[in-house]
């Protein structure tokens, strides 16, 4: 389990013991720690002077990380002045009602932030870029992520955007057989696993561009992606681990869309008050 020491502590505990290579990757992460929240694993060992990612991966583990992922994310945090080092643990058959508020609540503080740590700016902007381009937008995404998708469905729709959501994954592989020139699917799945998200997108490139909310850029969904937008969550064994990992998804896709919002500027925020007043008549 990661260590909750910050990481240049941990660094300056070890630093005497270490080989000068490794001492080496140590000055450089220091330094440049900032630098280092952006680099891949094979980058930070050619900007260190090492041949091989060994190096690197035998150094995360000696100041306690199981990989080089969490060592970004604990890393960012520090940067950002975020140290809250929030557990959370596996969910009994004992637990109190007080017991699973606080370790609800904790894993999904501690999902927020690292997810703000490592979220990248750069590709959220080529997100909302590929977003400001639509001629239609397909949300797909079923169980836990067909309520973002929804959600986010009326949401663009109110700015004026052309939208699609169905739960039914028949319906959406048929809809999607027939994309055209400047259609976006933005796609939710944790995992990136679900057949029925992946397949039926798969046929839809190059006409289509495609904007993920998944785990990681190397799943199935990741790499058919255009736009990959990583949601990184703890890995636990108790099923509210997709509850936790929806609290950032729903997050990036709010930030997707106030930034296009924003971006489009004119009468879209005229448009938004007129659409909540629209409704008053239904409130006392």
């Known amino acids: 389990m990661e260590t909750a020491l910050p990481i240049n502590i941990k660094i300056d505990k070890i630093y005497a013991s270490l080989s000068k290579k490794q001492q080496k990757i140590a000055d450089f992460i220091r330094r440049d720690s900032s630098r280092v929240v952006n680099m891949s694993i094979s980058e930070l ?28 994310v604990s890393l960012a945090t520090e940067i950002a002045g975020k140290s809250f080092y929030y557990t959370y643990s596996d969910l009994t058959s004992s637990d109190s009602v007080a017991t699973i508020k606080e370790k609800l609540f904790n894993g999904i503080i501690k999902t927020l ?24 937008i397909f949300f797909i995404g079923y169980g836990e ?40 699917l933005i796609c939710v799945s944790l995992s990136g696993l679900s057949k029925d998200v992946v397949i039926p997108i798969g046929s839809c490139k190059p006409q289509a561009k495609i904007i993920a909310l998944t785990s990681s850029p ?67």
């Open 45 to 72: 060992a050619e900007a260190t002077g090492n041949k091989s990612e060994s190096a690197i991966v035998r150094f995360y583990r000696t100041l306690g990380f199981t990989g080089y992922y969490n060592f970004k």
């Open 113 to 136: 932030y690292d997810n703000y740590a490592i979220l990248d700016n750069n590709i959220l902007s080529d997100a909302v870029d590929i977003i400001m381009q639509a001629k239609r």
């Open 145 to 184: 992520s067909a309520y973002i998708c929804e959600s986010a469905k009326f949401k663009f729709m109110r700015i004026g955007f052309n939208c699609f959501f169905s739960p039914d994954s028949h319906y959406n592989s048929i809809q999607l057989s027939e994309v055209t020139e400047g259609d976006v």
């Open 218 to 284: 190397k799943n199935p969904l990741g790499q058919i992606a255009d736009v990959c937008l990583e949601t990184y969550t703890e890995e636990l064994n108790y099923r509210t681990d997709a509850l936790i990992a929806r609290h950032a998804q729903q997050m990036i896709m709010e930030i997707l869309f106030m930034s296009t919002a924003i971006k489009l500027g004119g009468d879209v925020l005229e448009r938004l008050t007129k659409g909540r007043q629209s409704l008053s008549y239904l409130k006392f």
